[in-house]
């Protein structure tokens, strides 16, 4: 039986150094990890980390491979799913555009189609919920390192080459007025704008602070991205109909998806309890009106 095993491993590999000779080179995947430098061993606080996270579930197992446990979602909680048209797009960055020409300190922002989306659907959170204008609030999404390294990775590393942008230093009250949008998308714009080389070595500071939320915390964050090409998949069933984040049940998290009509549009996922969802229905279009 051993030699069988070795023996299909042996074929396995065969066939994918065989499959991958045959591609671009751009295109042939890297499986080598040495390409990645880690020169302050952020890889042992990270793997420290979830070694301290797997005592507390699997009483001081550390190899154990129990699942992390997730709560049940509440019997109230709702989805719901916008579409939102490269129009609409348009008209969320042009009313930046405006509305940042027109305040006190005008500054050039970045508008790219997630910091528009993302810093929209994240205001528009925000205001769904109410509640204390002092209550503390942050936004957290996962950034692509490949470039950002040094030296940089190349983009057909096979692997997760990851990190996040993390900032918990907020409250409601700057995203509830009429600047609302415009301050989340300053401070979105400019999360994108300060990511550089260093970007990897905040992973511990990140795990540190999600571990320790102030109470009545708000912290909303982003799940895929519109960039995938989700809808343009076929494993040989044809299309999707619709992609759905199961994941997103869990916390509050922006599901992100290039549009079902491959032109430019992009899908927003929420789930919440009715009653934030009935407020978050109501508002998400207000902006739109031009």
């Not at 925000?126 to 503390?136: E, F, H, L, N, S």
């Not at 070595?201 to 795990?207: A, D, G, L, R, T």
């Not at 708000?218 to 991205?225: E, H, K, N, P, T």
């Amino acid at each position: 039986m051993f030699l069988k095993s070795w023996a299909y491993t042996c074929k396995l590999q065969q066939d994918q150094t065989v499959n991958a000779s045959l591609l671009p080179q751009d295109l042939t995947p890297i499986y080598d990890r040495t390409v990645i430098k880690d020169p302050n061993d952020i890889e042992t606080e990270v793997m420290n980390h979830w070694k301290s996270k797997l005592k507390i579930i699997s009483d001081g197992n550390v190899k154990s491979l129990k699942i992390l446990p997730t709560p049940e979602p509440s019997p109230d909680v709702v989805r719901f799913t916008l579409d939102l048209t490269r129009e609409d797009i348009q008209t969320l960055r042009e009313r930046l555009k405006r509305e940042s020409s027109a305040s006190s300190s005008p500054k050039e922002l970045r508008l790219s189609t997630f910091v528009v989306t993302f810093s929209y659907a994240f205001t528009c959170l925000v205001r769904a919920r109410g509640g204390d204008p002092k209550r503390p609030i942050g936004y957290v999404f996962s950034v692509d390192c490949r470039s950002l390294l040094d030296p940089p990775i190349p983009s057909n590393y096979f692997g997760n080459c990851l990190s996040a942008s993390f900032n918990m230093k907020l409250t409601a009250e700057t995203f509830m007025g009429e600047e609302g949008f415009l301050n989340a998308a300053r401070m979105v714009s400019d999360s994108v704008e300060e990511l550089d080389e260093t970007v990897s070595s905040n992973i511990p500071e990140i795990f540190a602070a999600n571990s320790s939320l102030p109470p009545g915390a708000q912290l909303i964050s982003a799940s895929g991205s519109s960039r995938f090409g989700v809808y343009g998949l076929d494993f040989g069933w044809g299309k999707p109909e619709r992609v759905a984040i199961v994941s997103i049940d869990q916390g509050e998290v922006i599901s992100m998806a290039d549009g079902r009509d491959g032109i430019g549009g992009v899908e927003l996922g929420f789930s919440l309890q009715k009653h934030e969802m009935e407020n978050l229905i109501y508002l998400l279009p207000e902006g739109l009106k031009g």
